[in-house]
């Protein structure tokens, strides 16, 4: 059974990919996007991937698309062209790196057998250990925020650069940050009274789950990623039912870009710490006398650090493409 | 050889030469960060099926569970999905300030441009 499921749900994202071939229309192809990331959001639960779920739900099927959308509406749709003639050359090197992959694969080990490569390295000892080491159940959260916590550390910086490099991308001359639009009441011309009473009741409980799916990540699935991603979409959901200016007002952008650096700086003056007391960069056992405790404090600071810049970053980016949007309008 | 056994890889080959056809064959700047984006869902794919053991449950520890998916995988691809979408946006921005500059996301027309320059 699940592994019917699973054959239908990737036959399903094989044929919206081919779909997203054929398609010309951006409109069209964003659309895709969504249902792709949707697919593989529900993909990775029967893999028992969780946790990535949680997170390809919110960034594939949410984030991604939006911010897509917001592009293709500051560009404009532009007229799809006719089909010119069929790229030959590009389908003969698509086939032939296709067949020399295929002719890879016969190499792997058989899907979902325990005794792969895979499985006999470090894992064993992360599904073995970490219930005793760290006091956690969920695994993920425990390698995430302590045994790599400095891979980590550099994937939120990655993701903090990705935010500073699309507002210098997008700057305007007159203009620093992401959008500071100016605020006139009623601006907004045309309104979508259901959409917005319906949002109105939703965002409240979106923010919350936001903060449930950060401070619960130990035990469910969950975490800073996570969370982060979800705080923001609550955010800009509000941006676009009452527009740039209002939610500008509500978060105010200076804010949110300070504190896309704050999350960063918690993250590193959590190992900081550790060095002050002559330990190791991010050792946890500075905290608490009590190691498993001590692995708890520092958890929970690391993945407030990554959900503070992850919300941030996503929410900033946000406003730098809706404000190229609003420019485009006005 | 069981069949199914290499299907998950299969598709994963399938997705990654779409997504890289896209990139190569379309002409618009803006399909072609989707093409990539498809590209690097099927790596995400990959690497999540390598994680899952037959049988096993989601790697969250339970009383009376004795065999779970690998962690590991779960972890390099729940950030990369994060990392995925700043760097992507990154892109989009590019297109938005080449479109302000050359008015157009084609690439011919783009490439045009500059020889005449």
């Known amino acids: 059974m699940e592994l019917l499921v699973n054959s239908v749900l990737l036959m399903l994202l094989v044929a919206t990919a081919g779909a997203l071939v054929v398609v010309r229309g951006l409109l069209a192809s964003t659309m895709l996007t969504s249902v792709y990331g949707l697919l593989s959001a529900s993909f990775f639960v029967t893999m028992d991937a969780v946790d990535v779920a949680f997170t390809e739900a919110a960034v594939g099927a949410g984030v991604s698309p939006l911010l897509l959308l917001l592009t293709v509406a500051a560009i404009g749709r532009g007229e799809p062209r006719a089909a010119g003639a069929l790229p030959i050359l590009a389908i003969v090197l698509v086939t032939i790196t296709g067949a020399l992959l295929i002719i890879g694969t016969l190499d792997m080990p058989p899907f979902g057998s325990a005794d792969a490569p895979a499985h006999t390295h470090v894992a064993p000892r992360y599904l073995q250990l970490s219930g005793e080491e760290i006091g956690i159940p969920n695994v993920v959260t425990s390698v995430l925020a302590s045994y790599r916590a400095f891979d980590t550390l550099g994937e939120v910086l990655v993701i903090f650069t990705a935010g500073v490099a699309v507002l210098l991308i997008l700057a305007t001359p007159g203009q620093r940050g992401s959008a500071r639009p100016r605020y006139t009441p009623g601006s907004h011309s045309e309104p979508h009274t259901i959409l917005q009473v319906v949002s109105k009741i939703l965002i409240p409980f979106i923010l919350l789950f936001a903060l449930y799916v950060q401070f619960h990540g130990e035990y469910g699935p969950g975490g800073g990623f996570q969370a982060g991603v979800i705080f923001a979409s609550g955010i800009i959901l509000y941006g676009l039912l009452y527009g740039l200016p209002t939610v500008c007002r509500v978060v105010r952008p200076a804010v949110v870009e300070t504190l896309a650096a704050v999350g960063v700086l918690l993250y590193g003056t959590t190992g900081l710490l550790a060095m002050l007391d002559g330990r190791p960069f991010l050792d946890y056992s500075v905290f608490a006398a009590n190691p498993v405790l001590g692995q708890h404090i520092g958890i929970l600071l690391v993945e407030l650090g990554v959900g503070i810049t992850v919300a941030s970053v996503i929410t900033v980016i946000y406003y730098a493409f809706a404000n190229q949007f609003e420019m485009a309008e006005g | ?117």
């Open chain 2, 1 to 117: 050889m069981d069949v199914l056994s290499y299907f998950n890889y299969w598709v994963v080959v399938v997705l990654m030469m779409l997504g890289f056809f896209i990139v190569i064959a379309r002409a618009n700047l803006v399909k072609k960060l989707i093409g990539l984006n498809i590209f690097q869902t099927s790596v995400f794919i990959l690497y999540i099926s390598t994680g899952k053991v037959a049988g096993g449950a989601a790697p969250i520890l339970t009383e009376g569970v004795t065999l779970y998916s690998n962690p590991l995988p779960h972890v390099l691809i729940l950030t990369a999905i994060v990392v995925g979408i700043a760097t992507t946006s990154v892109g989009l921005a590019l297109v938005i300030r080449i479109h302000a500059a050359y008015g157009s996301v084609n690439q011919n027309d783009i490439l045009q441009q500059d020889q005449q320059c």
